[in-house]
């Protein structure tokens, strides 16, 4: 099962939303980093045993963020970046592609 949002943002805060997640999720004892870089990051929920190699990935593109969920657990996934953006104040929409 795979699972793609698109997370529109205002462009001019793209980037710190894209750092926000990470730092949402790499703070968390729940997750671990999986695979970063300066477009891409993927983590896995600490004891799966999913064949994608990350649970999630979050893609920064030149317009767009957008998130891929391997995993069942896409509510809870969604819950935590729905919640950081909203704690920093960040308007946002997310689309299921």
Known sequence: MSIEYHLIVNSSLRDEVFKEIKASFGDSDLYCLKHFSDNVIGFA????SSDW???FEITKTEKD???AI???NYKKILSVIENR???NH???ELEEE
């Open 85 to 87: 953006l909203i704690n």
């Open 53 to 55: 190699g990350a649970d």
């Open 70 to 72: 391997h995993s069942g």
């Open 45 to 48: 929920i600490n004891g799966s």
């Open 90 to 92: 960040i308007s946002f």
């Open 65 to 67: 963020l957008f998130i």
